[in-house]
């Protein structure tokens, strides 16, 4: 093949340098060494450098080919004499070094990508450069290997806005990783829902911060409520000034941060990668660009990294002694201006704690929030602490102690100090008044804040003095004020879990004495107006009622009974307990006063019927027989699961009821309750309940059964039919009550079978006489029958006349007559004779041809009534029957086959 100049230039010298080592490429040698064609190769291959060694684009490379044709002159020399072997071996063994180095440029890039398949330009620019590869060679392996190139992301490397500068510490009380987190999430330690795309995705905009915002502020008020809100005025202060780009920023920068400080304790790209992935919840192409641009940014300074810490925690003490080791001319250009911001606020941190501590003594809450400004600026300044704990408190303006029921009552003034959440403690001393803190029993408030407390623990009868101090407690350590003393007071409680019993004329009461009293003293007034409420103790009686005087009661240390009391009348009881002075003289204190009210026993109800309410559906009605209803007491009504396992009359106490039973509400109607059964099947007794005695009267089974539905009656020969759906899930058996006029009621229980037998309830209804039914279900409770709601029916009377056809006379010229009798006289409207041609038998008077008709006709015992009609020729007329004008009336007709028109002779 001839040698193609045109070829050489664009593959060899444009291409520039480094210049591919293989012989074949360098002088374009034949695919088929032979010696002519190699000797002629490298003669216009060389001849080719010289013709254009003048132009400086290819001057490099045909310098660097000129000198490796030094070092391959003797293979072509040997070429030439015919020895191609060596050729053709040095041609071989760079192709061996040619695959060995295209594997350790895959490797080098494989280990420049890092696992995250992307490399940057200067990357790859920076390893085609070491193992001297063109970019044909680059692309050829950035291909095998599936790697991008790709710029890096810029990064904030600081936070984009300063209001979000405290929403790192607040986003770590509320468990968040970073705002996006925030934005999806409703409570503590959500995560967002699907990956986060920071590059890519929509930028958070005002929709989806107010929605975030919304959710958070339904969480109850807190650390996690106060952190929110924090969170959320900082994202609309970066929204209103940056907009959404401004939010994209941060989540940037809260996304990039966790990277590099796992990048600065030597994490490699994996482990970024993993990071970004699972612990950030970054979609993976994206991680990968985050982890890119992390690995691409240049080393901070670690001076500069260590003191922006430091000013981030607000540690500008330990920042100052970080400066304080370098020297001034050592100082990096950027941590220039964090220095002079430490050295700044640490100045006036230290002159706000000099100007506290002058005005400790003066004003200690202006100190007080001197400090909390010092301390705001630099967290780690070591004196101001010191500074606090000799801050003095000033005391409180008065306290006061009053024994009540449960104990003695102190209360307090408030203390003019009110910086660092002020907290109250205070001491009990008997027998003399605390001197401090430690000189007695130390009681706790029952919240920091509180300017009052109840002590219950006071001994009985001592004389008590009681103290309080106060602590700043947002400064446990700190100095307690001067003790605020008052007493001494005497604790007297009254008696403890007293109650009164109430029965047929006796009342009866039992309490608990305190220790250290002497005795008890019980006083009676018999008043029913005495009281405006009986269980008030603090209302002894009604003021405007007359006073009577108290009657003693003889009591025992634990209680008394008081007979012959009067059943109806309220008894108001006055419990007071007796101590003894250190003269010896007694001391009642003023008492508690329990009211009673004794009853007759109950009587049971004894005679009881339930059935369904016919006024509301669904409804039961309890009615009691006449004289029935109990003189004393109330009637209620309880639900069992089975009958009552006591007699009738037993009295009992209601709690026993309650244990076995469920009260029903039930509400009074005339002779009786109404009420709802609480479910489909109990057992319901009446009981009379007086006082805490119950007497249990007649129970009787319940039954929610459902009501039958589209219940009809009709006539059929001489029975009325009883048609109804029985309910699917309703009991198997049904009772029906009917009467005949004027004979007796008579009553049956259809079962469902019998029912489904029969196509219905066949009850004898004779003569047409009218019928009253009355059906409903049965259903059983406790083994008992139990009805349910009843459905009631009326068949009307109706009066019936039967009737006779003959037929007379040759064919042609035949008569029919129609004679009609009856029982009973009545009075018919009207009669009609009606011949029909048709196929069927007419079934009104309008289905055929009225052949003779009379009216109005009396009928009667031996007044028969007599229609004739001659019949037309022909012999169309196949049907004859009888109609009456009045509905009452009901025409009985003969046998079908005298109703046909040639059907029988007189």
């Not at 005497?490 to 109430?502: D, K, N, Q, S, T």
């Not at 068949?795 to 035949?814: C, D, K, M, Q, S």
Request: aromatic content about 4%.
């Amino acid at each position: 093949m001839a040698f193609d100049e045109a070829r050489y230039l664009r593959e060899v010298l444009d291409r520039g340098l480094p210049v591919d080592e293989d012989l074949r490429h360098r002088y374009q040698l034949p695919a088929e060494f032979t010696a002519p064609g190699v000797e002629e190769s490298v003669r216009q291959a060389r001849a080719c450098w010289r013709r254009h060694r003048t132009r400086l684009r290819y001057l490099p490379v045909i310098e660097e080919l000129e000198a490796g044709h030094l070092l391959h002159q003797g293979l072509f020399e040997a070429a030439r004499g015919g020895d191609l072997g060596p050729l053709r071996a040095a041609v071989a063994e760079q192709g061996r070094a040619a695959a060995a180095a295209r594997d350790d440029l895959r490797a080098a890039l494989r280990e420049a990508a890092g696992g995250l398949g992307l490399v940057t330009p200067a990357t790859l620019a920076g390893v085609g450069a070491v193992h001297r590869a063109d970019r044909a060679r680059l692309d050829e392996a950035l291909t095998a290997l599936s790697v991008t190139v790709a710029d890096p992301d810029p990064l904030p490397r600081d936070l984009p806005h300063p209001a979000y500068a405290r929403c790192a510490r607040q986003l770590a009380v509320l468990r968040l990783r970073h705002l996006a987190d925030f934005l999806a999430a409703g409570g503590p330690g959500e995560r967002v829902a699907g990956p986060v795309r920071p590059f890519t995705g929509p930028a958070p905009g005002e929709p989806e911060l107010e929605a975030a915002a919304l959710r958070w502020g339904r969480q109850p008020h807190g650390a996690a409520h106060t952190a929110a809100q924090a969170v959320a005025a900082a994202a609309r202060k970066v929204l209103g000034d940056r907009g959404p780009e401004g939010l994209r920023a941060v989540l940037l920068y809260e996304l990039a941060e966790p990277l590099r400080a796992r990048r600065a304790a030597r994490a490699g790209a994996g482990t970024l990668l993993g990071h970004a992935e699972r612990g950030l919840s970054v979609a993976a192409p994206e991680a990968r660009r985050l982890v890119l641009a992390v690995l691409e940014e240049p080393d901070p300074d670690p001076v500069t990294a260590r003191l922006r810490a430091l000013v981030a925690d607000g540690m500008l003490a330990e920042a100052a002694a970080v400066l304080d080791r370098l020297p001034a001319q050592s100082l990096p250009p950027e941590a220039v201006a964090p220095a002079a911001h430490v050295r700044a606020a640490l100045a006036e941190a230290r002159r706000l704690g000099d100007l506290a501590s002058g005005r400790r003594t003066a004003d200690p809450d202006e100190a007080w929030s001197l400090l909390d400004r010092a301390e705001t600026l630099v967290r780690d300044l070591p004196r101001l602490d010191e500074v606090r704990r000799s801050l003095p408190v000033r005391p409180v303006p008065r306290v006061s102690a009053t024994p009540d029921r449960t104990g003695v009552l102190v209360e307090w003034r408030p203390s003019p100090s009110t910086a660092g959440r002020p907290e109250y403690l205070v001491v009990r001393r008997a027998g003399r008044a605390p001197r401090s803190v430690a000189d007695g029993t130390l009681l706790t408030p029952p919240a920091p804040g509180a300017t009052s407390l109840v002590d219950e623990g006071a001994p009985v009868n001592v004389p008590v003095h009681y103290g309080v101090v106060v602590r700043r407690s947002a400064s446990p350590d700190g100095l307690y004020s001067p003790l605020v003393v008052c007493g001494p007071v005497r604790h007297r409680p009254e008696v403890g879990e007293a109650r009164l019993e109430a029965d047929d004329g006796v009342v009866s009461g039992s309490w608990r004495l305190p220790a250290g009293a002497e005795a008890v003293r019980v006083t009676r007034r018999t008043d029913p107006d005495a009281r405006d409420d009986p269980d008030d103790p603090d209302d002894p009686h009604d003021p405007d009622a007359p006073e009577e005087p108290a009657a003693p009661v003889p009591a025992r240390a634990d209680g008394f009974t008081d007979r012959g009391r009067p059943n109806g009348r309220v008894h108001a009881y006055r419990i007071q307990v007796l101590y003894r002075e250190d003269d010896g003289r007694t001391t009642a204190t003023g008492g508690r006063w329990l009211s009673a009210v004794p009853l007759a026993p109950p009587e049971p109800v004894t005679d009881l019927t339930v059935e369904p309410s016919a006024e509301e559906p669904g409804l039961f009605e309890a009615r009691f027989a006449t004289g029935a209803q109990p003189a004393h007491g109330e009637v209620r009504l309880y639900a069992f699961d089975a009958r009552p396992p006591w007699p009738v009359g037993r009295l009992l106490r209601p709690a026993e009821l309650a244990a076995r039973g469920t009260r029903l509400t039930a509400r009074p109607v005339a002779g009786g309750l109404r009420f709802r059964p609480p479910r489909r099947g109990a057992v319901v007794a009446v009981v009379t309940v007086a006082g805490e005695r119950a007497a249990i009267g007649a129970s009787r089974p319940v039954v929610a059964v459902p009501e039958p539905a589209n219940a009809t009656v009709a006539r059929d020969a001489g029975e009325a039919v009883v048609t109804f759906d029985w309910p699917p899930d309703g009991p198997g058996e049904a009772e029906v009550r009917w009467q005949v006029a004027g004979g007796a009621p008579r009553r049956r229980t259809v079962t469902r079978l019998g029912y489904v037998h029969r196509d219905g309830v066949r009850i004898p209804a004779p003569h047409g006489a009218a019928v009253e039914i009355e059906l409903r279900p049965v259903g059983r409770a406790d083994g008992l029958p139990a009805f349910g709601a009843p459905v009631r029916l009326v068949l009307p009377a109706r009066i019936e006349v039967p009737y006779t056809l003959t037929r007379r006379g040759l064919p042609g010229r035949r008569s029919v007559r129609a004679v009609f009798r009856c029982a009973t006289e009545v009075l018919v409207p009207g009669l009609l004779l009606v011949g029909s041609t048709g196929p069927a038998w007419p079934l009104a008077a309008g289905d055929g041809t009225t052949l003779a008709e009379a009216g109005p006709v009396r009928i009667g015992p031996g007044r028969p009534a007599v229609l004739t009609a001659r019949l037309p020729r022909g012999g169309r007329v196949r049907w004859l029957r009888c109609f009456a004008a009045d509905e009452e009336v009901v025409l009985v007709d003969p046998p079908v086959h005298r109703l046909r028109a040639g059907g029988g002779r007189a």
